[in-house]
């Protein structure tokens, strides 16, 4: 079984940063990846941007150059730091923790954090 836990959201102001932190616990594979998604009102859940075992990152266009996955392998930890934030990143963040066949495949996720942008 494994746990993911998120901490780090809250409220800014627009043009404010935020970092989001995620720990895994439980059985755990090396080969794992892992993503940050989010879900605003009344939307689906999308894919913010996930992180290979070796570092490898992908990212929506929507937070290219604003936002930065990382991940501490030995800790099974992942962050996103967000810069640059806009209302329109408020939204329920969600760590997932999943597998790379081509693109990435969503296994386990956290309870979620909120974000709020104000304007």
């Known amino acids: 079984q494994v746990r993911l836990v998120e901490s780090g959201g809250g409220l800014v102001q627009a043009g404010g940063s935020l970092t989001l932190s995620c720990a895994a616990s439980g059985t755990i594979y090396t080969t794992d990846a892992m993503a940050w998604y989010r879900q605003a009102p009344g939307k689906q859940r999308d894919m913010v941007a996930y992180?290979?075992?070796?570092?490898?990152?992908n990212y929506a266009d929507s937070v290219k150059g604003r936002f930065t996955i990382s991940r501490d392998n030995a800790k099974n930890t992942v962050d996103l730091q967000m810069n640059s934030l806009q209302p329109e990143d408020t939204a329920v963040y969600y760590c997932s923790l999943g597998n790379y066949y081509s693109d990435y495949y969503p296994g386990y996720w956290g309870q979620g954090t909120q974000v709020t942008v104000s304007s």
């Open positions: 992180i290979r075992q070796r570092g490898y990152t």
